[in-house]
């Protein structure tokens, strides 16, 4: 490798060389891996860079599950195809963001006419047509008057849009934000301080200006709002994700909208994981027949294959903090918001979800999976301890079986990591990959619950491929299960 020296002048200045025009002089080129040499690495070389440079902690979980002796060659539909042509069943739904699979032909059709006609991708000097037409398609979907629209990159970024135009538009004298118990709106700081992680939360400084809430509890809403003419914004998941798939009892989001209506609080809904069509209707909040004042999406809306968010805004709401020249470049699109391959995969995206009926298919076949979760419920009522959910946002809640394994196998657990002790999830998921091939999710907050976000493109089929391999690993009884991933542990 060429080292360079920087001259410097006797007192030590550094000197700015001229430009050379010798073509001679380039620079020399750093030992840099090609795309096809990162097609062709195998899992070996690839765990070394995983180490070295991405995550070295996350290998220990990826270990644990076995996910680390997986190379991924191709993906369609509701598979994956790993480096020995396995073809692995995708419940995970890449935590909700492949409404449409893997690959959807229309998707891949759309963005490769878009490439060959050399569009424009930044959308900053100029207007750009797509993330016009996207913010369109998205008002259209959305009830009410919300049809205010900002386009970023990924869920976090949404969350932090909408809880800063809660902010603006709620005004200086209340700038309090409620939040729940279990929530997950996102890493970056902002929304971090809204998030009710501990391990994510740590010893950051976060913003002050938040009160947390159980979840679910109308009292609870009504009691802060009523103690602290401070609180402008209430954020809260409609189907809280990472807290383990919860939803809240009946009555309670018609009885928040009037909450907020009476004490002029903004609602925004957190629809980065359960919306775009998951719960069975586009929004979730929608089948409660209300409408927030702010709401967020993501993940799906990329159709599995790009970096797309949206925050949705009621009209006069978006206008109250950001309507004027003077106030319009606050929080305007970053770089990469609205650009224009995202903006049209979102497009086609939103276009696929109805013209393939799939937010339908999602609460019809979504109640199948329920079903059979519900009879394997029943056959194994000392396993499953509880199944929830809506469309295809299912949890799968295990008993803590720390206390009722047998004393013997007790101090064979103990060699676990400490978030696996009482869970009978890894366990399952691990076996589910290993002997089922039949990939499933994990949640933040409740190391018992099996997360399940499969694709709305999902079949009957396919749930009885994961209901079937679930009933034949869960009919092996507990002591197997245990013995039998603590064994491949030891390996
Ligand atoms: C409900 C919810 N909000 C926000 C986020 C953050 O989204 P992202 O990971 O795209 O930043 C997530 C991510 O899982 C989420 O589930």
Not at 177 to 183: D, F, L, Q
Not at 256 to 264: E, F, M, N, S, T
Not at 456 to 481: N, T, W, Y
Request: hydrophobic share 45%; aromatic share 8%.
């Amino acid at each position: 490798m060429t080292v360079m020296t920087k001259p410097s002048t006797a007192d030590g200045r550094a000197v700015v060389a001229a430009p050379s025009l010798s073509p001679a002089a380039q620079l020399a080129k750093p030992a840099l891996l090609s795309v096809e040499q990162a097609n062709a690495m195998d899992v070996a070389r690839m765990t070394d860079l995983f180490k070295a440079h991405l995550n070295p902690g996350q290998l220990h979980f990826m270990k644990l599950l076995g996910f680390h002796k997986v190379k991924i060659e191709r993906a369609e539909g509701m598979f994956y195809t790993d480096q020995n042509g396995r073809r692995i069943l995708d419940f995970f739904g890449g935590f909700g963001s492949l409404a449409l699979g893997h690959n959807h032909p229309r998707i891949l059709a759309a963005r490769k006419k878009f490439q060959e006609e050399n569009r424009h991708e930044i959308a900053i000097a100029f207007m750009s047509q797509y993330a016009a037409a996207l913010a369109h398609n998205l008002a259209q979907i959305s009830p009410g008057d919300l049809d205010m629209v900002f386009l970023g990159s990924s869920g976090s970024e949404a969350m932090e849009a909408a809880i800063k135009l809660g902010e603006r538009a709620a005004g200086p004298k209340r700038p309090k934000i409620v939040y729940a118990e279990n929530s997950f709106h996102g890493k970056t700081r902002g929304v971090l301080s809204v998030t009710d992680g501990q391990l994510y939360r740590g010893e950051f400084k976060l913003i002050d200006n938040t009160l947390r809430i159980p979840f679910g509890d109308i009292e609870a809403v009504e009691n802060a709002f009523r103690s602290d003419p401070q609180i402008g914004v209430i954020v809260l998941e409609t189907i809280q994700g990472g807290g383990g798939i919860i939803q809240a009892p009946d009555g309670y989001w018609q009885k928040l909208r009037a909450l907020c209506d009476q004490y002029g609080v903004l609602w925004i809904a957190d629809e980065v994981q359960c919306g775009v069509g998951r719960s069975g209707r586009f929004y979730a909040f929608e089948h409660f027949g209300v409408v927030p004042d702010i709401t967020a999406v993501a993940k799906s809306l990329g159709g599995g294959k790009s970096a797309m968010a949206a925050m949705i805004a009621r009209h006069d709401v978006y206008m109250k903090a950001y309507g004027t020249p003077k106030t319009a470049m606050i929080h305007a699109a970053a770089t990469f918001g609205g650009i224009g391959e995202a903006s049209i995969t979102a497009i086609e995206t939103l276009n696929v979800l109805y013209d393939e009926g799939l937010i339908d298919n999602a609460a019809v076949t979504g109640d199948y999976l329920l079903l059979r979760l519900r009879q394997l419920q029943a056959k194994y009522p000392k396993i499953i301890k509880d199944v929830r959910g809506q469309g295809f946002m299912v949890g799968l809640e295990f008993h803590d079986f720390s206390q009722t394994l047998p004393m013997v196998l007790r101090p064979v657990v103990g060699v676990l990591d400490d978030k696996l002790k009482g869970s009978l999830s890894g366990f399952v998921g691990a076996l589910l990959l290993r002997d089922y091939d039949v990939l499933v999710a994990f949640t933040e907050y409740n190391r018992n619950v099996i997360r399940l976000l499969p694709p709305l493109i999902c079949q009957r089929e396919h749930v009885d491929q994961f209901a079937d391999a679930l009933d034949s690993l869960l009919s092996r009884g507990i002591v197997a299960i245990v013995k039998d991933f603590v064994k491949s542990q030891m390996k």
